[in-house]
């Protein structure tokens, strides 16, 4: 009975937790008030304080985490609904949204390795432009730790939302649809969010290449994730 | 506002066996690619074929991907466990993955770039 109790108090916190700061983040707009950075930051210093282990806090927790497979399946969704982008512009976002899984995976490689990390480090770097829940699926796979890949997932969708405006102005990507593409490809879900900055093409070309690599990474990866 | 909700569930419900049908698809094959991207794949190809209408999965599909962040958070917490991997030379890999990101962001913007303004000239010499 106590046990139960306990696993309903961290669902509820949790969920709790995570209405709040997303209250919090549609007042202000800030990328370092994504929700997840708030709630994730607050729930680990509860943790801490009371000296709950993390084990004891997934007892509860986990009936949230049984969500994240068909939230990946509502992927769908948005592709379908642009699905007409997809089949204009075929070849060009193909082309330019697997040459951005590719840069992705083997410039985190190559650093990783400049670094000298282990091997479980390397294999949850490999897909941290990917939207979060699939990154986390496709690590699961491959033998990362999830915890982990969450974390680069994050640096790579703030980071890359903070530094966007810049990119663009410097490197001359003027088209609404490149902008849309990169922001997509390099910082998935927050990027796509970042694009609504750039009107409805960009959204809908951000949403695809976050898609479609998804797609692309969650083949590649654990192949090259074997020869790691 | 039940009528939304029960919709929801069942929708979310839908949803669910999708990603169950993948699991399994990925079980049977022995596939590396994680069951919940099959499961997308399948939903998506239905979709296409009009085999399953859109309102069927709409509400649940809306709903999920607006609080897609509340179901990562318990795995996220899951970091306090891996304390390790930022320390000492492990920060390092902080500014690795804004640099990897900003790759990313460039070399994919520039190339469709690069595609868009071709096709926009080769479509102002045809007409």
């Known amino acids: 009975m106590k046990h139960s109790l306990i696993e309903i108090a961290f669902l509820a916190f949790t969920i709790g937790l995570y209405l709040l700061s997303l209250q919090l983040y549609r007042r202000w707009r800030h990328p370092f008030l994504t929700p997840i950075l708030t709630a994730v930051t607050v729930i680990i210093c509860f943790l801490i304080i009371f000296d709950f282990s993390y084990e004891t806090y997934m007892t509860g927790a986990v009936w949230i985490d049984k969500l994240l497979g068909p939230a990946v399946v509502a992927l769908a969704y948005p592709l379908y609904i642009h699905r007409g982008l997809l089949m204009k512009y075929t070849f060009p976002l193909l082309l330019s949204i697997v040459t951005g899984v590719c840069v992705g995976m083997f410039s985190g490689l190559f650093f990783a390795q400049m670094i000298g990390t282990s091997q479980d480090v390397i294999l949850s770097l490999l897909p941290k432009s990917v939207t979060t829940p699939v990154a986390m699926e496709i690590t699961r796979v491959s033998g990362g730790m999830p915890s982990i890949v969450v974390v680069f997932a994050m640096i790579a969708g703030i980071g890359g939302v903070i530094t966007a405006p810049f990119l663009f102005k410097w490197f001359k990507i003027k088209s609404d649809m490149s902008r849309g593409l990169g922001l997509g490809a390099a910082s998935h879900a927050i990027g796509t969010s970042k694009a609504l900055e750039y009107g409805s093409q960009a959204v809908a070309t951000s949403s695809v290449a976050m898609t479609i690599s998804a797609l692309v990474a969650s083949i590649i990866i654990p192949i090259i994730a074997s020869w790691v | ?127």
């Not at chain 2, 999965?57 to 990562?72: A, C, K, N, P, Y």
């Not at chain 2, 795995?75 to 500014?95: A, M, R």
Request: net charge positive.
């Open chain 2, 1 to 127: 506002m039940i009528r939304m909700v029960s919709i929801v569930i069942i929708q979310v419900l839908v949803l669910y066996s999708m990603y169950l049908a993948g699991t399994w698809i990925q079980n049977a094959l022995d596939l590396m690619i994680p069951g919940s991207i099959i499961g997308m794949v399948l939903l998506f190809c239905l979709l296409v074929t009009k085999i399953l209408p859109l309102r069927w999965i709409q509400e649940g599909s809306r709903f999920l991907l607006t609080h897609l962040t509340l179901f990562f958070i318990p795995v996220t917490v899951g970091v306090i466990e891996f304390s390790h991997v930022f320390k000492g030379k492990g920060l390092l890999l902080i500014p690795a993955v804004l640099v990897s990101t900003i790759l990313v962001m460039l070399i994919s913007g520039i190339l469709l770039d690069f595609f868009m303004s071709k096709r926009l000239k080769k479509g102002s010499n045809e007409t």
